[in-house]
């Protein structure tokens, strides 16, 4: 029977060694199924080790014990970070693009799907556009598009909107929940904030304090499609008080 799990977590641990040989336990006994097509949100206090296991995932750290494995085998994955680290000389399309480009992979399909990302995003008018003529909001729509640009079935996003204004982030949460319906993606979204991970998520990660284990996974039943009146529904703040008080 064929998986439903995007990524498989089992006994990770991550461990830095500095040049002294002391060593620094950023996560212990991570053990995590990622769905397919779910929308997941990790929290926790700073420094416990949020970011650390999403570069696991994501193959830029390697984990000191454990296992990972991927629905995907060629194990496709978009990152879209705080910063939207867009190359300033090229404009809005150009930079999307840049990874069909940089893997050559600019077939007739893929090209008709970015247009159908940016269109998503409402980014078609802005094609043309250098990054200095953009929003923030704007940059990270670009961001995530160039993300899925290449079809990769799995998006790792952290902190994303973390240095945005409350209204526009708000805004971007109702914006990523629409592409993430539209494309059926599985994505895992890092954030510090209780409530945008309530609003974002079909189940919500808590994760310790250094060093970094899973305290609870907890489902979030909140009817589809989420609004701005999501927020004012009476589940939506018991939900957030109950994980304010497992984070502690």
Do not use: H, Y
């Given at each position: 029977m064929e998986s439903t799990n995007t990524v498989s977590i089992k006994h990770l641990d991550k461990i830095y060694s500095n040049l002294l040989k002391e060593d620094t336990v950023a996560l212990k006994d991570i053990n995590l199924e990622i769905k397919n097509g779910e929308f997941l949100s990790i929290i926790g206090p700073s420094?416990?080790?949020?970011s650390t296991l999403l570069k696991v995932i994501g193959g830029l750290e390697k984990p000191t014990r454990g296992e990972i494995e991927y629905l995907d085998k060629e194990n496709r994955l978009g990152f879209v970070?705080?910063?939207?680290?867009?190359?300033?000389?090229?404009?809005?399309?150009?930079?999307?693009?840049?990874?069909?480009?940089?893997?050559?992979?600019?077939t007739k399909e893929n090209e008709e799907?970015?247009?159908?990302?940016?269109?998503?995003?409402?980014?078609?008018?802005?094609?043309?556009?250098?990054?200095?003529?953009?929003s923030g909001g704007m940059k990270q729509r670009v961001s995530i598009v160039r993300a899925l640009s290449y079809d990769a079935p799995?998006?790792?996003?952290?902190?994303?909107?973390?240095?945005?204004?409350?209204?526009t982030r708000d805004h971007m949460n109702e914006e990523l929940l629409n592409i993430w319906t539209q494309t059926k993606k599985t994505i895992v979204f890092v954030t510090h904030s209780i409530g945008e991970a309530?609003?974002?998520?079909?189940?919500?990660?808590?994760?310790?304090?250094?060093?970094?284990?899973?305290?609870?996974?907890?489902?979030i039943d909140l009817a589809r499609p989420r609004n701005s009146q999501t927020r004012n529904n009476p589940k939506f703040s018991e939900y957030t008080g109950y994980l304010r008080g497992i984070i502690g």
């Open positions: 420094g416990c080790g949020k970070f705080q910063d939207s680290v867009l190359l300033p000389w090229k404009n809005v399309r150009e930079n999307a693009e840049f990874p069909l480009v940089i893997q050559k992979k600019q799907r970015l247009d159908a990302l940016l269109e998503l995003a409402g980014l078609t008018e802005f094609k043309t556009a250098l990054p200095r003529e953009l799995l998006l790792l996003m952290d902190e994303p909107f973390g240095a945005l204004d409350a209204i309530v609003f974002l998520a079909d189940r919500v990660v808590v994760m310790s304090t250094r060093p970094g284990t899973i305290k609870e996974i907890v489902p």
